[in-house]
Each structure stands twice: as structure tokens, then as C-alpha cells.
């Protein structure tokens, strides 16, 4: 039955493992290195893992600017290509925003953002960038 081939996914290369979705869940309020949110997401893996990240706007932002440069075609900056990766909302808005207030109305917008991503071609949703953001990293397990 499915059991087995679940469990033998799990043991298997962690690399070809892809996302299978992911969902904000809550924003919390972090006080190093200064005042800052981070949101709160539940990150669901091919193999049937479920792990919780920490990630900040900022992150989001790098990590969208990095991949925009990976796949222009994707991005829509070569001649002829269409846009497919998702829109970040801009971080000019929220340069002088660490309230609470911006970073919940910020939430629905990295929700759509990630939704986007995880139904891109696997050439990019299952690429080491996006699973790298992806996937826990020493804060996630001991938040600063």
C-alpha cells in the first residue's frame, strides 16, 4: 500500500525531495538584532514532512531578487518570454515598517507570493535555491 513507498520516500535522497505547498500561519515579533517580524510558515515536502520556518520580509526579498536572476526567461526579462514568477510586493512600501500592522497586511501577500512559487515548472520550484529557502536552518531550531 502507500505506507511503504511513503516510508522508503522519506529514507531516500533528501534532494529529491520538491514542496509541495506552503502556508503562513502567524507573524511573531523578534527583538535581535533589533525589532523586527518574522512570519511563521508551515513548509509540506514531497515525502509527506511537514517542518515550521521563521523567515523575515527581507529574506523573502533576497531570496525573490536571486531567483529572478536565475531564470530571466521565467522572469520575463529576456526578448519574447512571458513572466511567470509570482509579484513580491515592493519593499519600498515597507522600508520604515517593523509594525504590526504592516507585517499582517504584508501576510496575504507572502501567502499569494508562495503559492506562486510552489506551482512554477519544477526547473524552478524544486531548485536548490527554493529548497534551500525553504528548509530549516539553525534559527528555525533556536530562534535568536
Known amino acids: 500500500g502507500d505506507h511503504s513507498s511513503r516510508k522508503m520516500a522519506a529514507k531516500g535522497d533528501a534532494s ?13 515579533k523578534r527583538m535581535n538584532p533589533s525589532k523586527h517580524y518574522v512570519y511563521v510558515m508551515n513548509v ?16 523573502f526579498f533576497e531570496f525573490h531578487t536571486k531567483l529572478l536572476d536565475m531564470f530571466p526567461e521565467a522572469a520575463g526579462e529576456a526578448r519574447g518570454t ?24 504584508r501576510k496575504q501577500a507572502i501567502q499569494d507570493y508562495v503559492n506562486g512559487l510552489v506551482s512554477l ?9 527554493v529548497k534551500e529557502f525553504f ?10
Open 121 to 129: 515548472p519544477k526547473n524552478i520550484s524544486a531548485c536548490s535555491h
Open 16 to 28: 529529491s525531495k520538491t514542496l509541495v505547498g506552503v502556508v503562513v500561519v502567524d507573524i511573531q
Open 44 to 59: 509540506t515536502w514531497s515525502e509527506g514532512s511537514v517542518l515550521v520556518i521563521y523567515r523575515r520580509y527581507s529574506a
Open 82 to 105: 512571458e513572466r511567470i514568477i509570482p509579484f513580491l510586493p515592493g519593499k519600498k512600501l515597507f522600508e520604515r515598517t517593523n509594525t504590526r500592522k504592516h507585517a499582517v497586511q
Open 135 to 144: 528548509s530549516i536552518n539553525e534559527e528555525d531550531i533556536k530562534p535568536p
